[in-house]
């Protein structure tokens, strides 16, 4: 089902130095919009941690210093951030390509400088979430969560689904309560199945966002089971009545318009209006990945569908 946005402006800006900008998380603090998420290159899945600020969502942006966060890992990026009482709170990956990885959790009065504090969560070996990345913090209900990938071991490539956590505190700083698998492989049909021939990757770069309703949606990337390589990963809605589910996919919402895909994303809901903040890769910028930002109506493309 693709939906009838009314703007879409991609791509949003250039970055100065590398080759690709990915999974973007805009954030505002009140008088200047941030905008975090990952820079490098997919060439050899290099990635630091993209920051830049603008006036307004359409910019003009700026893009600062790659921040330098007190981790360790070997895919330290996709950050999820969120800020409320004038603190940023940052929860980011260390792994994605490989078993293991921690949940870290930072925090910053003005999105430059950070303090990285104890991990919120870590990954359970040999379990489903034998290996956890792409958190992204959300309140839902008035409580707070953490949706997030978990994966079992692979032998080509993860086959991750959504996981979800809970602050038993009530705050950002946890402890963080596991309620479990949220989506699973099989909840999208639109999705390559396991058993794909030629299986591409799992459910990836999920959010959840508290709908007018009070129903919830579930944003992430999918990939579709037919077309050739580079053309197959797409964003795609679902919605559930509580924030456990069960979700039911609207499926994907945005066509790239030329040859391409689109991915990771962020959505905001203010005064009437989505507004999707997402990935793509077109011809139109070398098959690189840049951001774009997508507005309609919610009203009538998001509740009159799922109603």
Same mark, same amino acid.
């Given at each position: 089902?693709?939906?009838?946005?009314?703007?879409?402006?991609?791509?949003?800006?250039?970055?100065?130095?590398?080759? =690709?900008?990915?999974?973007?998380?805009?954030?505002?603090?009140?008088?200047? +919009?941030?905008?975090?998420?990952?820079?490098?290159?997919?060439?050899?899945?290099?990635? %630091?941690?993209?920051?830049?600020?603008?006036?307004?969502?359409?910019?003009? +942006?700026?893009?600062?210093?790659?921040?330098?966060?007190?981790?360790?890992?070997?895919?330290?990026?996709?950050?999820?951030?969120?800020?409320?009482?004038?603190?940023?709170?940052?929860?980011?990956?260390?792994?994605?390509?490989?078993?293991?990885?921690?949940?870290?959790?930072?925090?910053?009065?003005?999105?430059?400088?950070?303090?990285?504090?104890?991990?919120?969560?870590?990954?359970?070996?040999?379990?489903?979430?034998?290996?956890?990345?792409?958190?992204?913090?959300?309140?839902?209900?008035?409580?707070?969560?953490?949706?997030?990938?978990?994966?079992?071991?692979?032998?080509?490539?993860?086959?991750?689904?959504?996981?979800?956590?809970?602050?038993?505190?009530?705050?950002?700083?946890?402890?963080?309560?596991?309620?479990?698998?949220?989506?699973?492989?099989?909840?999208?049909?639109?999705?390559?199945?396991?058993?794909?021939?030629?299986?591409?990757?799992?459910?990836?770069?999920?959010?959840?966002?508290?709908?007018?309703?009070?129903?919830?949606?579930?944003?992430?990337?999918?990939?579709?089971? =037919?077309?050739?390589?580079?053309?197959?990963?797409?964003?795609?809605?679902?919605?559930?009545?509580?924030?456990?589910?069960?979700?039911?996919?609207?499926?994907?919402?945005?066509?790239?318009?030329?040859?391409?895909?689109?991915?990771?994303?962020?959505?905001?809901?203010?005064?009437? %209006?989505?507004?999707?903040?997402?990935?793509?890769?077109?011809?139109?910028?070398?098959?690189?990945?840049?951001?774009?930002?997508?507005?309609?109506?919610? =009203?009538?493309?998001?509740?009159?569908?799922?109603?």
């Amino acid at each position: 089902m693709k939906f009838n946005f009314e703007t879409n402006v991609f791509p949003l800006f250039h970055p100065q130095s590398v080759d =690709d900008l990915k999974d973007p998380c805009p954030v505002f603090d009140g008088t200047l +919009w941030h905008v975090f998420g990952s820079s490098g290159t997919v060439t050899t899945e290099s990635w %630091k941690i993209l920051h830049a600020t603008a006036p307004d969502l359409y910019g003009p +942006w700026t893009e600062h210093e790659a921040l330098d966060l007190a981790v360790t890992g070997s895919g330290i990026a996709a950050p999820g951030v969120i800020h409320e009482c004038g603190v940023f709170h940052m929860f980011i990956q260390t792994e994605f390509m490989k078993s293991g990885g921690r949940c870290e959790h930072a925090v910053s009065n003005d999105g430059f400088h950070w303090v990285v504090l104890n991990p919120a969560i870590l990954s359970l070996p040999d379990t489903d979430e034998d290996g956890i990345y792409d958190p992204h913090p959300a309140i839902i209900g008035g409580k707070r969560y953490i949706v997030y990938s978990g994966m079992p071991k692979f032998t080509r490539v993860p086959q991750p689904d959504v996981y979800l956590a809970r602050s038993q505190s009530d705050s950002w700083f946890g402890p963080w309560k596991r309620l479990g698998k949220i989506l699973d492989h099989l909840d999208v049909p639109h999705h390559n199945a396991r058993e794909h021939p030629d299986y591409e990757w799992g459910i990836e770069g999920a959010q959840l966002v508290e709908l007018p309703d009070g129903r919830v949606l579930l944003n992430a990337t999918c990939f579709l089971p =037919d077309g050739p390589r580079g053309s197959r990963q797409r964003v795609f809605f679902a919605i559930a009545d509580e924030v456990q589910g069960p979700y039911v996919s609207v499926g994907p919402v945005l066509d790239p318009g030329e040859p391409g895909e689109n991915g990771h994303s962020t959505v905001m809901i203010d005064g009437g %209006k989505l507004t999707l903040f997402y990935q793509s890769r077109r011809e139109a910028t070398n098959h690189r990945w840049r951001f774009g930002l997508a507005r309609c109506d919610l =009203d009538q493309q998001v509740l009159s569908r799922v109603a």
